[in-house]
């Protein structure tokens, strides 16, 4: 045989061992009366005390079904596929007479053989029905030969049917244990109501869900499935059940159900399918059950988080508008007005971003002072203590408190010379709470002011409430001393650590009134283009911009506005970091690529603004000189 044909050969054999695999047939118990009625008519049709269903394995032969053997397993000759592949149905009457016949039998004795080949629809031969006898034989009627093939094809049409149970049998269990994974990976229970015999079953996981138990009970013509639910619940859930199942034959409903702890409210979730039979009557209803208490409990928290943000926000905007009107009322000028306002707008936005950071569970005083003195005057500034968490509503008063110390040591104290220090000092107190220390030394002399200020009001008079306690500031001849206790409930227990962060470097921040060695007029003859989906704040930067001698190219309040904007003439941008919900980033991405700078300003804490790009972040609430120290940055100004 040369390569091609041992190639085919080793192909043809590969198809008939996998048509036989796909059978299932192979191996396993042998009696089955269906194929031992086939080889005992066999038998008796030939008058042979031999005959055998065989299936053709890699190596060996299985006897499916047998007359007149022992044995069910027998090694397979050589040669055999090919030998089957060249006969059909072989009768052999005398095998002594004809030596060289193509198919033999399995018994050394036999004189007389016949075989018919199990064919699958494909034409692979999978076994061999055989017939042997001892004593020859003068001649085979050709009407046996066609009886014998007929029932070899009857026993292929057995195994072919035996497989296609076995495989219809496999794939309902797949999907059975599918059905059971899926319902365990949703934590859904299942229930049956047997309406013929009035009885639910409740599964194990059901049990688990609702507490009923496990197994088959009445149904109280369905009242069994009711008796879970709350009772406070309970009729409405029945009314609506019953109202689902009349309009489309199904339900889904959520109620309380009832617990064997009091003290907690668990929801559960059922669905449920009304089975009907040919004629439309109801004959069971199928359903799940599935615990939905965490959703809900979810839910709850939200919606109370959203209650607490509108609360918060309103307290906000009425601090503002206290903290304007009072700098107003107290403003020599409206220069004035305007540095001392935003001095403060910022000093409650460093604590809002604190508290934010610490997901609104309070802050370290560490870092409130950090966030006050630290990019004042490092090298002027000192503060140290133990690690006390303060509450929201104290870390706010802290930090407006610790901005009026440090603007009024700027403008008139300590840190308006080079010479000048500011120390910070605090420590737990004896009755709980902390007292804090502000010392300020090296600096011109100082004398009680002939007006109390805001700021002052704020200190002594608002903090002194907001902490618990009090607050005092005497002004010394060596400096201002401002002595500040805090009760006990200013301060909360210490969550898990804060992360230690770098501050990034791009971002323009503002102390007191700003950097008096930067005028706004460096700008002026810049080309802007301003990108802010809020108009109040887009109206203000645009009056702004324009009073420091810059023109405005436009203005984009949404993303696909600032892009088809970019065509325009300009030499540098301003980027809101978030367009109603859409990203700026697109709009950031064109700018960087031709070469034109841009800043972001942005509302965000650091991590949500488009970290990605190389380009200044003014965060709000910001200012004009904020935004005109950036846009000089970019553009070289």
Known sequence: MDDASATLADDQEARRLRALNALRAFGGDPADPRFDRIVRLASRLFGAPRAAIRLIGKDSVWLKAKVGFDHVEEPRPPGLAERMRENGVVAHPDLAADPDQALRPWCADSRFFACAPLKTASGEIVGLLTVEDPAPR???????????????????????????????????????????????????????????????????RMASITEVPEGVAPAERGEALYGFIHPDDREAVRAEVEAQLKAQGRYEVEFRRVSSDPHRVVWNRVAGLLVRDADGKPLRLIGVVQDVTARKDADDQRENLLTELDHRIKNILAAVQSVAGQSARKASSLDGFLKAFNGRLKAMSSAHDLLSAARWRGATLARIAAAELGGLAPNQTRWDGPELFLTPRAAAALS?????????????????????????????????????????????????????????????????RELGGRATVEYKRSGVTAMIHAAADALVDEPEPEPVEVPDTRIVETVGGGDDSFRTGDIAGLKVLIVEDSLLLAMELEAGLEDSGVEVVGCAAELAEALSMLELTFDAAVLDADLNGQSVAPVAEVLRREGRPFVFATGYADKAAPMGFDAPIVRKPYNVHQIARALASVTGR
């Open 400 to 464: 407006l408190t610790l901005h009026e110390l440090a603007v009024n040591a700027v403008k008139y104290g300590s840190l308006s010379v080079e010479s000048g220090r500011v120390e910070v000092v605090w420590r737990v107190a004896p009755g709980g709470g902390f007292n804090l220390e502000w010392l300020e030394t090296g600096g011109p002399m100082t004398s009680p002011p002939d007006v109390r200020g805001f700021g002052m009001t704020l200190i002594e008079d608002v903090v002194g």
């Open 138 to 204: 003068e001649a085979v009627d050709p009407g046996l030969t066609d009886a014998l093939a007929d029932l070899a094809a009857l026993a292929m049409e057995e195994l072919l049917h035996d497989a296609e149970t076995a495989r219809n049998v496999a794939e309902r269990t797949l999907d059975s244990e599918r059905i059971a994974l899926a319902l365990h990976a949703a934590n859904l229970g299942e229930f049956v109501w047997d309406m013929t015999t009035d009885t639910v079953r409740v599964s194990a």
